[in-house]
């Protein structure tokens, strides 16, 4: 009796390599000449960076390090979800940014009707954060991860606990 082969559909951000480029960001922005005397900085605390900065320009000008940093350090823009720009206090302004960790409900319910309308032998379930795809034929599952890659997505996705049995 042959048992289902198995893989995982997951939105992971490695957190280490938040953490470097964070500190890349601040090593970069306090040798920079143009942010000589600048309060900016950047935050990262349960999932959420908070950008801090004198004014909308320098505010801008971190956005732009932060995220030349992080693709550097392999992590997809596609993970930040940027928030509106507040004021805070005195001229100084703050940006909220979200770290997506995880596949949301509404984006696991459109990528199980994927699997499902591809009409292959596999069964596609969605298991706290991730989606997992079974199947028999090994072949199934390498069509399904096929045909997700070719879809853009909002978020980063990755194939992960590929199992046979």
Do not use: C
């Not at 939105?11 to 090593?27: G, P, T």
């Not at 979200?98 to 509404?106: A, E, P, R, S, T």
């Amino acid at each position: 009796m042959s048992k289902d082969n198995t893989f995982d559909i997951v939105s992971r951000v490695e957190l280490q390599e938040i953490d470097n480029a964070l500190n890349q960001v601040m090593k970069e922005i306090r040798s920079r000449f143009d942010f000589k005397g600048s309060k900016s900085s950047v935050e990262y605390s349960e999932g959420v960076l908070m950008i801090h900065a004198d004014n909308d320009f320098k505010l801008k000008s971190v956005v732009e390090i932060l995220e030349a940093k992080m693709v550097k350090r392999g992590i997809n823009l596609k993970s930040l979800r940027y928030g509106k720009i507040e004021k805070a206090a005195g001229d100084s302004v703050r940006q909220k940014v979200d770290v997506v960790q995880g596949v949301d409900k509404d984006l696991a319910r459109e990528i199980v009707k994927l699997v499902k309308d591809a009409k292959l032998k596999v069964q596609a379930t969605f298991q706290d954060d991730q989606v997992r795809v079974s199947g028999k034929n090994r072949d199934d599952l390498q069509k399904i991860i096929n045909l997700i890659r070719e879809k853009d997505w909002e978020i980063p996705l990755q194939f992960v606990n590929m199992r046979t049995f």
